[in-house]
């Protein structure tokens, strides 16, 4: 009887590991010493083929540097990003450029993306010509229509569509080269609440038809609950929890993911008060858990020990010394 044939492993779309970016900023009046401010911190995470994340937390906590990062766009000042097994850091001038094809980015549409002289049709042409792929009209029709777009538009100029509109266009732009990733920074914020629920189904309908992998940055819980499988939340720069978006907001194991749960206002429901006090300064943050300084259920050790973001039941990450359970 031959041997059992092993299956080979499978390697995941994109894996991040230990990912870490500083920014440097003035030097400080009094003693002239640099200061740094750490955007992002000792992040990891994984993404297979057609896995949708989103990436949530309050202003500044780094979520588009880690966008960024997980581009390609920027490097990391520690770690690394795996994109299909290969190192982008060791990537050369051609491998980075079939990378581009395959990573894009979708961006919140701030009505300026476009050249205003090119047509719709040049717009989508666009990538094709920079990458040296062959298009026709026909293709670019059809996938004006893939996005819910009337293939008519051809001939006209960006100037002339809606703001949801101009979304769709940049997603038909992200998706013209056939990528396995579309990292979308904040897609749907710029626009109205209606829209915005059309955008949404048009992504969660892109993702599993075309099988795209997906990381959406948003601060909209009600988004990320419809958009994404999987949520990450940010803390100053640092995971502090990831799971199963469903499984994530029915009952979140970290304080501050809680916190974020009981801000969003909801039907029949007295508005709860935000966190307590502002985000601590990134240039010189807490000791120990980074949140201490605004969790509700601290204790002492809570300012001495940082928490590892660490596995709780199934698929489920905290770093938390106290998770609510
Ligand atoms: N190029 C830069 N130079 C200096 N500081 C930067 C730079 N880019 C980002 N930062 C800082 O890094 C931190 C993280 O910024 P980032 O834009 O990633 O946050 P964010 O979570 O995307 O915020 P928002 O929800 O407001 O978009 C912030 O304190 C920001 O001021
Ligand atoms: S480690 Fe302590 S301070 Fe940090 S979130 Fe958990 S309970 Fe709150
Ligand atoms: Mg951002």
């Known amino acids: 009887m031959p041997p059992p044939v092993t299956p080979p492993p499978t390697i995941p779309l994109l894996q991040a590991h230990s990912l870490s970016k500083s920014f440097a900023l003035g030097r400080r009046r009094v003693w002239g010493e640099k200061r740094f401010l750490t955007a992002v911190d000792d992040v990891s995470l994984s993404l297979g083929a057609g896995d949708s994340l989103a990436l949530v937390g309050e202003s ?23 994109f299909e097994g290969q190192d982008l850091a060791r990537l050369r001038a051609g491998e980075k450029r079939r990378l581009r094809a395959r990573v894009q980015m ?4 701030s009505g300026s993306s ?15 010509r920079i990458h040296g ?16 777009l009337s293939a008519s538009l051809y001939e006209r100029h960006p100037v002339a569509l809606s703001g949801g509109q ?17 990292v979308a920074d904040e897609p749907v914020s710029a626009l109205d609440v209606s829209v915005q629920a059309q955008i949404v189904n048009l992504l969660r309908r892109l993702q599993s038809e075309l099988g795209l992998a997906s990381v959406f940055i948003s601060h909209d819980l009600a988004v990320v ?9 940010m803390y ?6 990831e799971g199963e978006t469903l499984a994530t907001l029915a009952r979140p194991l970290h304080p501050y993911t809680r916190a974020l749960v009981e801000a969003v206002p909801r039907p029949g429901r007295a508005l709860v008060a935000p966190l307590e006090g502002d985000v ?4 010189s943050p807490p000791g120990g858990c980074r949140f201490h300084t605004r969790c509700p259920v601290a204790r002492p050790l809570c300012a001495q020990e940082r928490p590892k973001l660490e596995t709780m039941g199934q698929e489920r990450k905290v770093a938390c010394h106290f998770p609510l359970v």
């Open 60 to 82: 500044g906590c780094g979520k588009s540097t880690l966008g960024r990062l997980l581009m390609g766009f920027d490097a990391p000042d520690r770690g690394r990003v795996m």
């Open 106 to 109: 979708v961006f919140q549409d």
């Open 114 to 128: 476009f050249n205003p002289r090119r047509s719709i049709g040049a717009t989508l042409a666009e990538p094709y």
């Open 133 to 148: 792929r062959a298009w026709s009209r026909a293709a670019i029709e059809a996938l004006l229509e893939q996005v819910g």
């Open 166 to 182: 101009r979304q769709r266009l940049n997603i038909a732009r992200a998706l013209a080269l056939s990528p396995r990733l579309v």
């Open 225 to 233: 609950r419809q958009i994404a499988d999987r949520m990450a939340v």
């Open 236 to 241: 100053l720069g640092s995971l502090v929890e």
């Open 280 to 283: 601590p300064d990134a240039v």
